[in-house]
Protein backbone atom coordinates (compact mmCIF):
# COMPACT_ATOMS: atom_id res chain seq x y z
CA UNK A 1 0.00 0.00 0.00
CA UNK A 2 3.27 2.77 0.41
CA UNK A 3 3.41 3.16 -3.04
CA UNK A 4 -0.64 3.03 -3.97
CA UNK A 5 -0.44 6.27 -5.92
CA UNK A 6 2.37 5.21 -8.11
CA UNK A 7 0.93 1.63 -9.11
CA UNK A 8 -2.57 2.26 -9.56
CA UNK A 9 -4.39 5.17 -11.89
CA UNK A 10 -7.57 6.79 -9.65
CA UNK A 11 -11.02 5.89 -11.61
CA UNK A 12 -14.52 7.64 -10.60
CA UNK A 13 -16.45 5.15 -8.63
CA UNK A 14 -18.88 3.06 -10.07
CA UNK A 15 -22.59 3.32 -10.29
CA UNK A 16 -23.53 4.59 -7.43
CA UNK A 17 -26.66 2.27 -6.01
CA UNK A 18 -29.41 3.08 -3.18
CA UNK A 19 -29.74 0.95 -0.04
CA UNK A 20 -32.59 2.09 1.86
CA UNK A 21 -32.51 5.67 0.50
CA UNK A 22 -28.68 6.29 0.75
CA UNK A 23 -25.65 6.13 -1.61
CA UNK A 24 -23.54 3.64 -2.05
CA UNK A 25 -20.41 3.36 -4.60
CA UNK A 26 -19.27 -0.35 -5.25
CA UNK A 27 -15.63 -0.21 -4.40
CA UNK A 28 -13.56 -1.93 -2.35
CA UNK A 29 -10.46 -0.73 0.12
CA UNK A 30 -8.31 -0.35 -2.72
CA UNK A 31 -10.38 1.27 -4.92
CA UNK A 32 -11.49 3.60 -2.38
CA UNK A 33 -7.94 4.45 -1.49
CA UNK A 34 -6.77 5.16 -5.53
CA UNK A 35 -9.92 7.26 -5.43
CA UNK A 36 -8.28 9.54 -2.41
CA UNK A 37 -4.71 8.97 -3.57
CA UNK A 38 -5.58 10.65 -7.26
CA UNK A 39 -7.96 13.58 -5.47
CA UNK A 40 -4.65 14.29 -3.25
CA UNK A 41 -2.49 14.53 -5.92
CA UNK A 42 -4.51 16.50 -8.59
CA UNK A 43 -6.59 18.96 -6.05
CA UNK A 44 -9.52 21.10 -7.96
CA UNK A 45 -9.85 23.12 -4.90
CA UNK A 46 -13.23 21.69 -4.71
CA UNK A 47 -13.66 19.39 -0.98
CA UNK A 48 -14.19 15.62 -1.34
CA UNK A 49 -16.40 14.98 1.29
CA UNK A 50 -15.55 10.58 1.95
CA UNK A 51 -18.86 9.05 4.18
CA UNK A 52 -18.70 5.86 5.64
CA UNK A 53 -22.33 4.58 5.45
CA UNK A 54 -24.11 1.88 7.79
CA UNK A 55 -27.41 0.88 8.72
CA UNK A 56 -27.53 3.80 11.46
CA UNK A 57 -26.80 6.46 8.55
CA UNK A 58 -29.95 5.00 6.59
CA UNK A 59 -31.89 5.11 9.49
CA UNK A 60 -30.89 8.92 10.71
CA UNK A 61 -31.10 9.96 6.63
CA UNK A 62 -34.98 8.81 7.07
CA UNK A 63 -35.50 11.46 9.88
CA UNK A 64 -33.51 13.80 8.83
CA UNK A 65 -33.99 14.98 4.97
CA UNK A 66 -30.78 17.10 5.33
CA UNK A 67 -28.48 14.60 6.47
CA UNK A 68 -29.70 12.36 3.27
CA UNK A 69 -28.61 15.26 1.08
CA UNK A 70 -25.38 15.25 2.69
CA UNK A 71 -25.12 11.70 1.88
CA UNK A 72 -25.95 12.24 -1.64
CA UNK A 73 -23.50 14.89 -1.99
CA UNK A 74 -20.61 13.22 -1.25
CA UNK A 75 -17.70 12.36 -3.41
CA UNK A 76 -17.31 8.70 -1.88
CA UNK A 77 -19.68 6.20 -0.02
CA UNK A 78 -18.55 3.20 1.32
CA UNK A 79 -20.14 0.78 3.00
CA UNK A 80 -18.83 0.54 6.45
CA UNK A 81 -21.23 -1.91 8.61
CA UNK A 82 -21.33 -5.24 7.71
CA UNK A 83 -25.58 -4.32 7.45
CA UNK A 84 -24.81 -2.51 4.56
CA UNK A 85 -22.96 -5.45 2.57
CA UNK A 86 -25.25 -8.37 3.64
CA UNK A 87 -28.94 -5.93 2.52
CA UNK A 88 -26.41 -5.40 -0.90
CA UNK A 89 -26.40 -8.94 -1.00
CA UNK A 90 -30.12 -9.45 -0.54
CA UNK A 91 -30.61 -6.64 -2.53
CA UNK A 92 -28.34 -7.76 -5.81
CA UNK A 93 -26.20 -4.29 -5.37
CA UNK A 94 -22.73 -4.42 -5.21
CA UNK A 95 -21.29 -2.80 -2.46
CA UNK A 96 -17.32 -3.53 -3.02
CA UNK A 97 -17.16 -5.25 0.58
CA UNK A 98 -16.76 -3.70 3.81
CA UNK A 99 -14.87 -0.24 3.94
CA UNK A 100 -14.69 1.19 7.59
CA UNK A 101 -13.59 4.74 8.71
CA UNK A 102 -10.32 2.58 10.30
CA UNK A 103 -9.70 0.82 6.49
CA UNK A 104 -9.49 4.59 5.17
CA UNK A 105 -7.30 6.25 7.43
CA UNK A 106 -4.67 3.60 8.22
CA UNK A 107 -4.78 3.22 4.20
CA UNK A 108 -4.05 7.19 4.19
CA UNK A 109 -0.97 6.92 7.13
CA UNK A 110 0.90 4.34 4.84
CA UNK A 111 0.73 6.36 1.46
CA UNK A 112 4.21 7.58 0.14
CA UNK A 113 3.06 9.19 -2.68
CA UNK A 114 1.42 11.72 -2.72
CA UNK A 115 1.85 11.72 1.32
CA UNK A 116 -0.58 13.56 2.76
CA UNK A 117 -0.87 16.13 5.97
CA UNK A 118 -3.65 14.55 8.28
CA UNK A 119 -5.63 16.52 11.20
CA UNK A 120 -7.13 14.42 13.14
CA UNK A 121 -10.48 16.46 15.27
CA UNK A 122 -13.10 15.20 17.44
CA UNK A 123 -13.38 12.84 20.24
CA UNK A 124 -12.86 13.13 23.89
CA UNK A 125 -9.88 15.40 24.66
CA UNK A 126 -6.53 14.22 24.61
CA UNK A 127 -7.81 11.04 22.97
CA UNK A 128 -7.27 12.51 19.05
CA UNK A 129 -3.24 13.37 20.34
CA UNK A 130 -2.95 9.79 21.27
CA UNK A 131 -4.05 8.54 18.21
CA UNK A 132 -2.17 10.77 16.40
CA UNK A 133 0.86 9.44 18.27
CA UNK A 134 -0.20 5.45 17.42
CA UNK A 135 -0.19 6.86 13.75
CA UNK A 136 3.23 7.81 14.16
CA UNK A 137 4.44 4.81 16.11
CA UNK A 138 2.98 2.74 13.02
CA UNK A 139 3.98 4.39 9.61
CA UNK A 140 6.83 5.94 9.94
CA UNK A 141 6.80 8.88 7.67
CA UNK A 142 3.32 9.96 8.22
CA UNK A 143 2.87 13.87 8.32
CA UNK A 144 0.48 14.45 11.36
CA UNK A 145 -0.57 18.10 10.89
CA UNK A 146 -2.17 18.34 14.32
CA UNK A 147 -4.33 17.14 16.56
CA UNK A 148 -7.30 18.52 18.30
CA UNK A 149 -10.95 17.41 20.36
CA UNK A 150 -12.62 20.87 19.03
CA UNK A 151 -16.32 20.55 19.33
CA UNK A 152 -19.07 20.83 16.26
CA UNK A 153 -20.65 23.24 18.05
CA UNK A 154 -20.80 26.79 16.12
CA UNK A 155 -18.64 28.84 18.85
CA UNK A 156 -15.68 26.32 18.27
CA UNK A 157 -15.24 26.97 14.46
CA UNK A 158 -13.01 30.45 15.06
CA UNK A 159 -10.63 28.11 17.16
CA UNK A 160 -10.86 24.84 14.97
CA UNK A 161 -10.65 27.50 11.58
CA UNK A 162 -7.17 28.69 13.26
CA UNK A 163 -5.44 25.51 13.73
CA UNK A 164 -6.00 24.43 10.25
CA UNK A 165 -5.34 27.64 8.92
CA UNK A 166 -1.77 26.88 10.76
CA UNK A 167 -1.49 23.62 9.85
CA UNK A 168 -2.45 23.49 6.47
CA UNK A 169 -3.33 20.02 6.19
CA UNK A 170 -4.66 18.84 3.66
CA UNK A 171 -6.93 15.50 4.85
CA UNK A 172 -9.13 16.25 8.00
CA UNK A 173 -10.21 13.28 9.72
CA UNK A 174 -13.59 14.33 11.64
CA UNK A 175 -14.77 12.57 14.89
CA UNK A 176 -17.78 14.19 16.06
CA UNK A 177 -20.01 11.30 15.96
CA UNK A 178 -22.80 10.72 13.10
CA UNK A 179 -24.79 12.58 12.02
CA UNK A 180 -22.86 15.55 13.46
CA UNK A 181 -19.63 15.01 11.91
CA UNK A 182 -20.69 15.10 8.29
CA UNK A 183 -23.44 17.48 8.64
CA UNK A 184 -20.56 19.56 10.14
CA UNK A 185 -18.36 18.70 7.25
CA UNK A 186 -21.28 19.63 4.86
CA UNK A 187 -21.57 23.19 6.94
CA UNK A 188 -18.50 24.17 6.62
CA UNK A 189 -17.55 23.25 3.07
CA UNK A 190 -16.52 26.25 2.07
CA UNK A 191 -14.31 27.45 4.75
CA UNK A 192 -12.43 24.31 4.14
CA UNK A 193 -11.78 24.57 0.70
CA UNK A 194 -10.42 28.10 1.33
CA UNK A 195 -8.31 26.28 3.90
CA UNK A 196 -6.81 23.92 1.44
CA UNK A 197 -8.57 20.74 2.90
CA UNK A 198 -8.73 18.48 -0.17
CA UNK A 199 -10.47 15.83 1.59
CA UNK A 200 -12.46 15.07 4.56
CA UNK A 201 -13.92 12.32 6.34
CA UNK A 202 -16.41 11.56 8.88
CA UNK A 203 -14.48 8.56 11.27
CA UNK A 204 -16.89 7.72 13.85
CA UNK A 205 -14.86 6.05 16.82
CA UNK A 206 -11.57 5.42 14.72
CA UNK A 207 -9.52 7.54 17.32
CA UNK A 208 -10.77 5.26 20.40
CA UNK A 209 -9.26 2.37 18.20
CA UNK A 210 -6.53 3.66 17.06
CA UNK A 211 -5.67 5.54 20.34
CA UNK A 212 -6.10 1.76 22.29
CA UNK A 213 -8.76 3.40 24.92
CA UNK A 214 -11.37 1.27 23.03
CA UNK A 215 -10.35 -2.36 21.56
CA UNK A 216 -10.97 -3.51 18.25
CA UNK A 217 -13.18 -6.74 18.00
CA UNK A 218 -10.53 -9.78 17.22
CA UNK A 219 -9.98 -10.35 13.41
CA UNK A 220 -11.83 -13.40 13.61
CA UNK A 221 -15.33 -11.83 14.85
CA UNK A 222 -14.41 -8.78 12.07
CA UNK A 223 -14.12 -11.63 9.22
CA UNK A 224 -17.97 -12.82 10.27
CA UNK A 225 -19.25 -9.37 10.87
CA UNK A 226 -19.84 -9.89 14.45
CA UNK A 227 -18.07 -6.88 15.57
CA UNK A 228 -21.10 -5.04 16.48
CA UNK A 229 -21.53 -7.85 19.16
CA UNK A 230 -18.21 -7.35 20.41
CA UNK A 231 -19.00 -3.59 20.74
CA UNK A 232 -22.15 -4.20 22.37
CA UNK A 233 -20.58 -6.56 25.19
CA UNK A 234 -18.15 -3.97 25.83
CA UNK A 235 -19.66 -0.98 25.66
CA UNK A 236 -23.45 -2.28 26.59
CA UNK A 237 -24.55 2.14 26.43
CA UNK A 238 -24.83 1.46 22.75
CA UNK A 239 -28.09 -0.85 23.11
CA UNK A 240 -30.03 2.04 21.97
CA UNK A 241 -28.45 2.57 18.87
CA UNK A 242 -28.81 -1.18 17.75
CA UNK A 243 -33.01 -0.30 17.92
CA UNK A 244 -32.26 0.78 14.72
CA UNK A 245 -31.16 -2.54 13.23
CA UNK A 246 -34.40 -4.25 13.07
CA UNK A 247 -35.81 -1.20 11.34
CA UNK A 248 -33.15 -1.41 8.69
CA UNK A 249 -34.12 -5.40 8.06
CA UNK A 250 -37.46 -4.09 7.81
CA UNK A 251 -36.77 -1.70 4.85
CA UNK A 252 -34.07 -3.35 3.03
CA UNK A 253 -37.12 -6.76 3.22
CA UNK A 254 -39.76 -4.27 1.33
CA UNK A 255 -36.59 -2.54 -1.19
CA UNK A 256 -35.89 -6.09 -1.66
CA UNK A 257 -40.10 -6.64 -2.34
CA UNK A 258 -40.80 -4.04 -4.67
CA UNK A 259 -37.83 -4.62 -6.62
CA UNK A 260 -36.91 -0.83 -6.88
CA UNK A 261 -34.42 1.21 -5.09
CA UNK A 262 -36.39 2.60 -1.85
Known amino acids: MQELGQTAKPQPPGQRR ?58 LATADGVGIVLAGRILGIPTGGRVTGNDLVEGLAA ?14 PGVADAAAEQLAARFPGVQIAGAYAGSPDAT ?11 SRPNVLLVAFGHPKQDLWIAAHRTELEQLGVVVSIGVGGVFDYLSGRVPRAPAVLRRVGLEWLYRLVRQPWRWR ?20 PD
Open 18 to 75: TIVGVPVDAVDRRQALCLLAGWLASPDGRLCHVVTVNPEFAMAARDNPYFRDVLWGSA
Open 111 to 124: LSDPRPRLFLLGAA
Open 156 to 166: AWPGIAERLAQ
Open 241 to 260: RQLALPRFVVLVLHQRLRGS
